[in-house]
């Protein structure tokens, strides 16, 4: 069995956002860049199975500019095999990386496609879904369990009010949610190997994706500062201006 798995180059989670002066978008200089969170799930269950036996082969798959290399190369230090970059200095939005994802998946003919359940960049939530829905395929979204019996995989699916398990007959697409797993760190010596691993190198073009979007971002604000909080003397006072005061109690 094969195992695609899509990852995100986005800014790491631990760094202040900066919006650039002219509210055109995020300012990327000097920032550090990371694997998509969720995507970092997707790639250690990917590993896990793997691990069990279950994945003969992991490729993974980035969509975006040449610098994705580092998030392939991350991927591939943390246990999957090969890489495809589609290199593209276009933002990339989900519609277009579903898309591409599909070419991929089929010309692959992988069995397992894992995504997480959203870029941390641009909160979308929707090119698992995109994905599933253009292959025809079923899909297992917000997974906090995966298991997979012969042709079928069972996603445990975090639904409002407890847990939803659902069948899939394979190939189906499945995306991360937080409680999956714990991914692993990479240890020096996988870091050094994966600098070996195979990369291919691709276009949108080559799948016959193009990049432009009905849709334009028209403006990025940074969220309103937060007031300064204050320090009360005992649980009394505290009390009367949660009355009197925030008038939430
Ligand atoms: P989104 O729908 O944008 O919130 O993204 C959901 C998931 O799709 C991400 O967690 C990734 O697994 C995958 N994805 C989105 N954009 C890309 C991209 N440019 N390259 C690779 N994977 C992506």
């Known amino acids: 069995m094969k195992a695609l798995v899509a990852v995100k180059r986005v800014i790491d989670y631990n760094v202040k956002v900066r919006v650039k002066a002219d509210n055109s978008g995020v300012d990327l200089s000097n920032t550090k860049m990371s694997i998509n969170p969720f995507d970092e799930i997707a790639v250690e269950e990917a590993v896990r199975l793997k691990e069990a036996g279950v994945i003969d082969e992991i490729i993974v798959a980035s969509i975006g500019p040449k ?109 991360t949610d937080l409680r999956l797993n714990e991914p692993r760190y990479a240890k020096l010596p996988n870091i050094m190997k994966a600098k070996k691993k195979p990369l291919d190198e691709k276009t949108p073009a080559d799948f016959g994706v193009e990049m432009t979007s009905k849709q334009e971002i028209v403006k990025v604000t940074p969220p309103a500062e937060r007031k300064a909080g204050i320090t009360v003397a005992s649980v009394d006072e505290l009390v009367d201006k949660l009355k009197n005061e925030a008038k939430v109690i």
């Open 67 to 175: 610098e994705s290399q580092e998030q392939i190369r991350a991927a591939l230090a943390l246990g999957a095999d090969r890489g495809v970059l589609v290199q593209t200095d276009a933002k990339p939005y989900p519609l277009q990386v579903a898309k591409i994802l599909k070419n991929v998946a089929e010309q692959e003919s992988t069995d397992i496609i894992l995504l997480g359940k959203q870029a941390i960049d641009d909160d979308n939530n929707q090119t698992g879904q995109m994905l599933a829905a253009l292959m025809g395929i079923g899909q297992g979204t917000f997974a906090s369990e995966v298991k997979v019996e012969g042709d079928k995989v069972n996603v445990t699916r975090e639904v409002d009010g407890g847990l939803q398990t659902v069948a899939l007959s394979l190939p189906a697409v499945i995306t």
